[in-house]
């Protein structure tokens, strides 16, 4: 660990070594600096040389993501600041990062610089999925520094603070991306991929990359956990599929109703076909339908079932509704619409509804409903309303996962 080495084009993170104790302690006493992080102040040469040495034997003991690192600018080998991550046991052991940088090298951008390159080591390196951020509510900088990053404004909490417990902004950053380097950036990580193209492209491979991340054993009970929501019986239940792609839900709705007949409706050809192969052997109980479920004329009274798996997360909450209509009015009375996906809380909601944002803004046109492949999930609350709204008469939590991420809920709703 003592070894790790961050580089980006400007600095170089690594630990503090001895001869930075002068620049440590010089840093630490500047006006801003003193001001905000009191703990950090180092007075003297002496006092931030033992500093050092205390760290440097007892940070780097404890595991990962506990690391402090000295800013270094690579022009002249200045230190510049600190950095530093660790968790915070009176928080529930969060992570949390944070930053300063001494007063005469502010306006620079080296805190962004350098905050990128800490994120990108917390969650491709620590393997962490959120980090959190503390900033006075007067300290502005920092907390633009913050949003820059891309964190979100989680509410207040009371932390210990030069003596006394104050009141700070508290941020929250989940891991949505597999960031591909010390310097990403949310337009080279993300790229607005037309929704039939994007999975024409993956078909072949989608069922592994379904399950990849999690064991096949997690997958599966995901997947059974969502077919237990279905009732069990042996009627021939007519049932239709929204975004089936390669009907990975489909054995685990005919282990409930066997007798099925089920309508795969997508718009990726090439997945319609290999959900055909695969169950070729039950061919005489599935109708493919090739046609985006966002503007399909969806018949009336034709289905008992209306089920959705991991799909509606790619539109916006005004888009979504225009489908939970057509959902509605194909429904017989008294059926169901069951749909398993990406729910998640609020703070996460907003950082998917900015990074939409950022993303969808390098195109020459707005985006129509479901033209292309980004998430954009909701909450829990705007889900239940959104289903309420487009005329179901209940709606029912199955399952709730959301405060897990990368989790998300089953529901039922019913006509």
């Known amino acids: 660990m003592q070894n790790l080495k961050i580089e980006t084009a400007r600095l170089i993170l690594r630990p503090f070594v001895e001869t930075d104790a002068a620049m440590a302690s010089y840093n630490s006493k500047q006006p801003s600096v003193a001001h905000f992080m009191p703990e950090m102040v180092k007075d003297t040469e002496e006092a931030a040389f033992d500093w050092i040495r205390y760290v440097n034997k007892e ?7 506990c690391v402090l690192f000295a800013i270094i600018r690579k022009d002249d080998e200045r230190c510049v600041g600190c950095i530093f991550v660790n968790r915070k046991e009176e928080w529930g052991n969060i992570v949390e990062m944070g930053c300063y940088i001494g007063d005469e090298y502010q306006n620079s951008g080296y805190a962004t610089e350098a905050g990128k390159a800490m994120i990108w080591w917390v969650f491709e390196k620590a393997g962490q999925d959120v980090i959190s951020a503390f900033a006075k509510p007067e300290n502005k900088a920092s907390q633009r520094v913050i949003e820059k990053l891309g964190f979100i404004y989680a509410g207040k909490r009371l932390l210990p603070h030069n003596g006394e417990d104050c009141e700070f902004d508290y941020f929250r950053l989940y891991h949505t991306d597999d960031l591909p380097g010390p310097e990403w950036d949310t337009l080279w990580v993300n790229k607005a991929e037309k929704m039939g193209d994007f999975f024409n492209k993956r078909a072949a491979g989608y069922d592994d990359t379904r399950v990849s991340g999690m064991s096949s054993g997690c997958a599966n009970s995901d997947y059974v956990k969502y077919g237990s929501c279905l009732p069990k019986t042996d009627e021939v239940l007519k049932i239709l599929d929204i975004g089936c792609g390669t009907g990975f839900e489909l054995p685990y709705i005919w282990a409930r109703i066997p007798n099925a007949h089920i309508t795969c409706l997508d718009l990726s050809r090439n997945m319609l076909d290999l959900l055909l192969e695969k169950y070729r052997d039950r061919r005489e109980q599935i109708t493919v339908i090739e046609a985006s479920y966002t503007d399909w004329l969806y018949p009336e009274a034709a289905f008992d079932i ?11 909450p005004e888009e979504k509704i225009g489908v939970y ?3 509605h009015r194909a429904l017989v009375p008294g059926g169901s619409y069951i749909e398993a996906d990406f729910i998640v809380d609020g703070i996460l909601a907003e950082q998917y509804k900015r990074r939409y944002e950022a993303i969808t803004s390098a195109l020459s046109n707005k985006a129509e409903a479901g033209e292309y492949h980004i ?3 909701c909450t829990l609350e705007v889900q239940i309303k959104l289903l309420r709204d487009a005329g179901f008469c209940s709606v029912e939590v199955l399952d709730d996962r959301t405060e897990a991420h990368g989790s998300g809920a089953i529901l039922q709703a019913r006509k």
Not at 59 to 65: G, T
Not at 306 to 316: D, G, K
């Open 375 to 377: 998430d954009i999930p």
């Open 306 to 316: 209306v089920t959705s798996h991991s799909t509606m997360h790619h539109l916006w």
């Open 325 to 327: 209509r057509g959902i």
């Open 59 to 65: 940070l780097w003991s404890i595991d990962k993501p």
